[in-house]
């Protein structure tokens, strides 16, 4: 049996993926003018984008915040301290195929997102970046994207 996949999202991104999926709906009529085989890779990319659209869109969770108990995982914003610079970022762990706003995404099968899901505040964890080098974060804080937005959360740097 296979498990679908949720996704957590946003009202703001499950509304501008609904958008996409409109516009590319009419686009499919737009391809005058263009030759041939650009059109055809056009109309793949469409169609792409078309699939992983609906996907997201049918598996998606819309704006329903995960328990406030400070657990890292999907519609969570965590706040991390990068170990080796002490640099600290916030981010929402969510889809980066879906838009949302200006709170810089990551997602949880990223390696920094699967790092850290399931962790606590003050838990440390270490991934893996392209060049093999290991990265080791701690968790300051972890809380409800909705909660963030209400308390008039501010985005990290690195």
Known sequence: MTKTRTTWL?????DRLRAELADLARAADSDEGVDQDDRATIRRRRQERVRE????????VVGEDPPDDGIAEPGMVLTVRYDDTGDAETFLLGERAAEHGDLEVYSPGSPLGTALTGARPGEQRAYRVPDGSTIRVTLLESVPYGRHRTLGGTTGTR
């Open 53 to 60: 659209i609906q996907e997201l869109l049918a598996n998606a």
């Open 10 to 14: 946003t009202p703001q991104a499950h």
